[in-house]
């Protein structure tokens, strides 16, 4: 039976088509029911006897579902309580044209066998296809098709079908025809034994709502908002919330010359707009422009309807002269990028009400208003929430509960909020990745060592931070006859056991990197890769990917050569032994020649990176001491460098910029490469008024220049100036990426940070993805490996880079706010007066670094109530008080703290200490080492 | 055209047959054969059609596509025609051999329905001096079994009848520049009006009388021929006469009358027959090709 499909499209050209497609009928296709002996059915999915109580509906059903309720209700579905739903092929076409990631859910539900969920292909039934009719929307023909199939079901079977539904017209239709229908709420309220699934009902409320006055515009239809960005009056960009300010907000504009960041001011303007969403916005007049206040806003916890414009007003009032930004507003909502969120409830005031507000962890989402009868119960824990809609008379969007992660404080509940926040993939690895490795015990064949260089006869080693079990680098160094000396960095050769294509390749792609929290590490590769056959462990013999040079005494390369071998590492150490063993005047067995032979080599090529304009940048890095017991942090250093540090760093350099430019000959089109745009020196403003505060002039014209007055920026009074000076110069650079090089001109390929004309990332493949690709590229350059096609497409690795770069920065984020969270737990127990440095000086606080912790928080300067005794100085950015002055890289103690008035929301409090403002900073509580002894033995 | 070989008692009997008013085939001089017609052939079209007369088989199929109007009309749509004789149809067609027919066949037509009476153009334009509709008549001769001229003009007129072109919303933004919006219903469309389209009556001389749908045996018989286009009211809106004869004006005059009066006739039929078919529905029982 054939029918044809014919639906008219109009062209990209603007020419209009017409498209018939053919569409056969079977009548044999099968309704999955187990009690069903009409049809031919293998393996029939939907259970005979459906055990789900329902007060509607007490014999044994089955269900099926409306679109809408797969779109919008897919937490209810996710349930294990509901079992037995038939979804039709019109449901699921329609979910996939509408949304990719519902698709994808669906999708996952209907594997999972348990669910028995199943897919009736009802569109080529001969019984349940629908044509569509004259003057029928295809929505409602959609839904005809839905109405007619669940029907069939009904005459078919001898259980009942029900039909769930939020359609209204749709549901009065089902029960003209005769059909069972209820909308979810209805259904779902049946459900006697699971009173819980009420709480994960999304709350739908069209922007008709009646009751309350609306608080927002509208938002424009999708048609309007087309044709005005076509036209120009309006531009399309992605909506980034400010951190710390929730009435302000900016969009970068895409594909714009004039706009590039747009700010948007006050929640009229910023019209419902969510961090992440894409929106069209359109310009106010120049007149109404603005500049972002320097004002730190948090939604606060008793916030009154009245609070709002006065906020606003502060927003508004003292208009300087600080030159304007651009400045617009939203005038409809593109694409919603909702995720699920994580965070706490906020305490009712009522103690049964059912409608409570939700906090997210993340700074940049608004509150969210869920309804949930179990607010005592997930009092005190973190749990997820996802958004529903944002009706134009709420203030805050709708959202409903979707599950609890445990309680708050929590260090297991605290690292899954943190990897589901930064959305890194942490699921135990799959059956068919695990399947992938090699068996063990696994040996070196013959095969192999034929096909590789034996290098066993080396005396290599490997130098790491302590406890690293992944050890992906090793070195060597001898003299050689002829005077020069010969230098070997073997990596692990990954790619040997990662082939391309497999099930590991994909999941390690999409992994893209390890991520290093302070007690957990989420691996890339499966552990038996990670700590074992791909780590270069002492005395074992391991396959490496090996870059040999021939370098003069001068360390200049005279030559370079790169080859797949087997290698015996004599040793693991680590950068503390390694310095132990290179100072030991009386060690002069290999390694220790070895090892001095690199650090001089190192030394030298440090000298030439740093002539050529390499910056030495830093950033505050801190080392944990666990207990080992409680698992909480006992004590906090900096972490300390050595010259060893710096040794294996300039070699890995080396490798890798070698690497980078034999792959890019190789595959001028394709080579995976890093580079680190120069910033445009609007970026380097900040550091050089601040600098200029201090007396001192910075040059920022090439890398060069910026090195060089950076070692000449010292003050003899703060000795920390310097580094603080480079901490703020790292926050004016922009990201290293990835790329394809076909996809840039070779101009753009440098790398400002490290001042070479080419980079790529090598040596570290058990732990990022991008070095496997690279390993790759190499071992098809040299012929050790066959090509297959994705690595030479321009496009697949122009994608790669993108989930790499994302994977990258989240990774980043994750390690960061692992450290954050540890800093919070060791303070669980302390209160610490501390040397602090001011990093920026805001209007209303003070953003304060304190080294020893590596920790930035804000001295807030003025309270809820209390005004703040100091007078800011826009033009200087100086705080005042009196005769006290506090500008930027001033020296402060402040105490640290954790405040606990709120049990569920407990957050690090920094209070002034010195310098002493009667009636603003806090005594001091004796000076910061004794006291700390003193909480140590206690 | 495929030979037909006549011996001279053959021709004589056509001839005196047609001086009686009765041919061949039982017909009267003003009298068409039987036809065989159907709708919405081709789906991936806008509107087709397909006559079978006697062996004559012709296939039309007419595509709605935007384009820019001509500059000297600036506020209307365009038809434009093109045949193509299939080698299939006689194997004179074998190939360039039918393309002078098919240009022959075209022009007939352009000219036919080159008058502002015969199809509203004014109604294919979107946006005047921007957009307009263009109908491309595509015509298949499938095979060649005399009087093509005639069956390819009422398979033209079906197939407009046919016809659906997508309805167009035109928004304009402040600018002054257009947007194009296609209705995503397929039943949501415009139809083309056929009710004075022309058709082609075909009027042969043979011996000192005329026929109309002459055989090919008639057509072997037959020294000048007439084509006229004529419309349901009557109205000639193209003549061209063919064929190694001549006529003198009087016949001339008489030829005309008839193909008016004949033409008249089978523009109504035609029209008729189109309308009882569509009442069928979607749910008519398809002949298709196979049939």
């Known amino acids: 039976m054939q029918r044809s499909k014919i639906f008219v499209k109009k062209t990209k050209k603007g020419s209009v088509l017409k498209v018939v497609r053919e569409h056969y009928l079977r009548d044999d296709i099968w309704c999955g029911s187990k009690t069903c002996d009409v049809c031919l059915q293998q393996a029939a999915i939907l259970e005979e006897s459906p055990e789900l109580e329902s007060n509607l509906c007490r014999q044994p059903h089955y269900i099926v579902t409306d679109t809408n309720v797969v779109l919008h209700q897919m937490d209810i579905l996710e349930v294990p309580v509901i079992k037995n739903v038939i979804i039709l092929q019109t449901v699921l076409e329609e979910v996939r ?175 419902r707009a969510v961090h992440g969403d894409v929106v069209a916005i359109q310009l106010l007049s120049e007149s109404e422009w603005s500049c972002p206040s320097s004002l730190v806003l948090t939604e606060t916890e008793k916030e009154e309807e009245e609070d709002t414009p006065n906020k606003e007003n502060i927003l508004k009032e003292k208009k300087s002269q600080v030159p304007k930004q651009p400045t617009g507003k939203v005038v409809g909502i593109i694409k919603r990028n909702w995720r699920q969120y994580c965070g706490i409830l906020q305490p009712s005031l009522i103690k049964e009400s059912t409608k409570h507000l939700f906090i997210p962890t993340e700074r940049r989402i608004h509150k969210i208003r869920i309804e949930t009868r179990q607010a005592k119960t997930l009092e005190g824990q973190r749990i997820i929430v996802c958004i529903d809609s944002w009706p134009r008379n709420s203030r805050y969007p709708l959202g409903h509960f979707v599950r609890a992660l445990g309680a708050v404080g929590d260090k297991a509940t605290e690292n899954e909020v943190l990897l589901l926040e930064h959305d890194v993939p942490h699921t135990p690895f799959s059956q068919s990745v695990l399947s992938c490795l090699p068996e063990m015990p696994w040996r070196i064949t013959e095969e192999d060592s034929k096909r590789r260089m034996d290098l066993r006869h080396l ?81 074992e013999d391991r396959l ?16 370079v050569k790169f080859t797949k071998s087997i290698i015996c590492s004599r040793a693991s150490l680590t950068y503390a032994e390694a310095q132990l063993i290179i100072d030991d005047k009386n060690r ?19 000298k030439q990176r740093i002539e050529s304009g390499a910056l030495t940048l830093a950033s505050p890095e801190v080392r944990f001491h666990i207990d080992s017991e409680t698992h909480d942090p006992i004590d906090v250093q900096s972490k300390e460098l ?46 050089i008024k601040a600098a200029q505060s201090k007396g001192l002039q910075l040059n920022v014209d090439t890398g060069k220049d910026l090195a060089v007055s950076l070692n000449d920026a010292q003050l003899a009074d703060n000795p920390y100036f310097n580094t603080m000076l480079r ?59 066959a090509s297959y096609p994705e690595l030479t497409e321009k496009k697949k690795t122009h994608a790669l880079c993108f989930n790499l770069n994302f994977r990258h920065r989240m990774a980043q984020y994750a390690g960061r706010a692992s450290v954050g969270l540890h800093t919070q737990l060791f303070f669980k127990t302390r209160v610490i007066d501390e040397d602090g440095y001011v990093l920026f000086v805001r209007k209303n606080a003070l953003h304060v670094l304190i080294p020893k912790y590596g920790l930035e928080g804000m001295v807030f300067l003025t309270d809820e109530k209390k005004r703040s005794p100091f007078t800011y100085d826009e033009q200087e950015s100086i705080q005042r008080c009196g005769d006290v002055e506090i500008g930027v890289f001033d020296h402060v103690v402040v105490q640290v703290s954790i405040d606990r008035s709120n049990v569920q929301h407990q957050k690090l409090v920094l209070r002034l200490v010195q310098p002493e403002i009667p009636g603003f900073s806090v005594p001091s509580s004796g000076p910061p080492s004794a006291k700390k002894m003193k909480m140590d033995t206690s | 055209m495929a030979e037909v070989l006549l011996s001279e008692a053959e021709r004589t009997f056509i001839v005196h047959g047609i001086q009686d008013n009765i041919r061949a085939d039982g017909r009267s001089c003003e009298d ?132 659906r072109i997508p309805n167009i919303t035109v928004h304009a933004d402040d600018n002054g520049r257009t947007e194009l919006e296609l209705s995503d219903d397929p039943y949501d469309c415009k139809r083309v009006d056929v009710h004075k389209t022309p058709s082609i009556v075909t009027v042969s001389k043979i011996g000192h009388f005329h026929v109309v749908d002459a055989s090919m045996e008639e057509e072997a018989c037959c020294l000048a021929r007439l084509m006229l286009g004529i419309t349901e009211q009557s109205t000639v809106t193209a003549i061209k006469k063919e064929g190694s004869g001549s006529l003198d004006p009087e016949s001339i005059y008489d030829m005309m009358e008839t193909g008016k009066r004949v033409g008249q006739a089978v523009n109504a039929t035609l029209y008729q027959k189109l309308q009882e078919e569509e009442k069928l529905g979607p749910n008519k029982r398809k002949a298709g090709f196979l049939g």
């Open chain 1, 97 to 271: 044209h509408r949304s990719a990631p519902a698709y994808k859910r669906i999708k996952d539900i209907l594997t999972i066998r348990d669910k028995h969920f199943y897919t009736f292909t009802n569109e080529h039934h001969k019984d349940t296809y629908v044509e569509r009719q004259p003057g029928e929307s295809a929505n409602d023909r959609n839904d005809r098709a839905i109405r007619m199939a669940t029907s069939w079901y009904q005459e078919h079977l001898d259980i009942k079908i029900v039909l769930v539904t939020d359609d209204m017209e749709n549901k009065e239709k089902a029960k003209k025809d005769g059909l069972t229908a209820y909308t979810v709420s209805e259904y779902v309220k049946s459900l006697s034994d699971s009173p819980e699934l009420m709480d994960k009902l999304a709350l739908r409320t069209s922007d008709k709502t009646t009751g309350g006055k609306a608080k927002f515009p509208e938002h424009l239809p999708l048609s309007e908002i087309q044709r005005g960005i076509k036209s120009g009056n309006y531009m399309q960009g992605s909506f980034q919330a400010s951190r710390d300010n929730y009435l302000e907000a900016n969009v970068s504009v895409h594909g714009s010359e004039k706009f590039d960041m747009v700010l948007i001011q006050g929640s009229h303007n910023l019209n």
């Open chain 1, 459 to 539: 005396d290599i080693c490997s130098v790491d931070p302590p406890g690293c079990t992944d050890i992906d680098d090793a070195l060597h160094c001898r003299e050689m006859d002829d005077g020069n000396i010969e230098v070997g960095v073997h990596i692990a050769d990954v790619s040997h056991f990662i082939r391309p294509g497999t099930a590991i390749d994909k999941e390690a792609a999409k992994r893209g990197t390890t991520v290093y929290l302070i007690d957990k590490r989420i691996d890339m590769v499966p552990e038996l890769l990670s700590s074992n056959l791909c780590s270069l462990r002492c005395k």
């Open chain 1, 544 to 559: 490496a990917f090996s870059v040999l040079w021939v370098l003069s005494q001068e360390a200049k390369i005279i030559d």
């Open chain 1, 588 to 606: 002069t067995d290999a390694i220790a020649k070895s090892l001095r032979g690199l650090n001089r080599l190192a030394k030298l090529l440090k």
């Open chain 1, 642 to 687: 050595r010259d060893t540090n710096s040794m294996v760093e300039e070699f890995m350099l080396l490798a890798n910029i070698s690497v980078a430019e034999e792959i890019f000959r190789e595959f001028p089109n394709c080579a995976m490469l890093r580079r680190h745009p120069e910033p445009p020196p609007s970026n380097f403003e900040p550091i």
């Open chain 1, 727 to 785: 901490i703020l110069t790292t926050r004016c650079m922009m990201q290293a990426l990835y790329f394809c090089s076909g996809m840039l001109p070779e101009a753009d390929f440098k790398h400002y940070g490290l001042a070479t004309r080419i980079y790529t990332h090598f040596t570290s493949p058990i732990r990022r993805y991008s070095d496997v690709i690279v390993h790759r590229l190499l071992a098809v350059s040299i012929g050790a490996d």
């Open chain 2, 32 to 163: 068409y054969r039987h036809m065989e017609l159907e709708t919405d052939v081709v789906s991936n079209t806008s509107g087709s059609a397909r006559i079978r007369l006697a062996n004559t088989d012709i296939l039309v199929g007419v595509k709605a596509e935007l384009a820019i109007p001509a500059s000297d009309r600036p506020d209307e749509g365009r038809i434009e025609f093109f045949v193509d004789c299939s080698a299939n149809a006689t194997p004179k067609f074998e190939g360039r051999g039918g393309e002078e027919f098919a240009t022959e066949i075209s022009n007939i037509l352009s000219r036919a329905y080159d008058n502002q009476g015969s199809l509203n153009l004014k109604d294919l334009c979107v946006i005047p001096k921007q957009q307009c509709w263009v109908l491309y008549v595509d015509v298949m001769v499938l095979e060649c079994g005399g009087n093509v001229f005639d069956v390819v003009s009422f398979a033209v007129k079906a197939a407009l009848h046919n016809t």
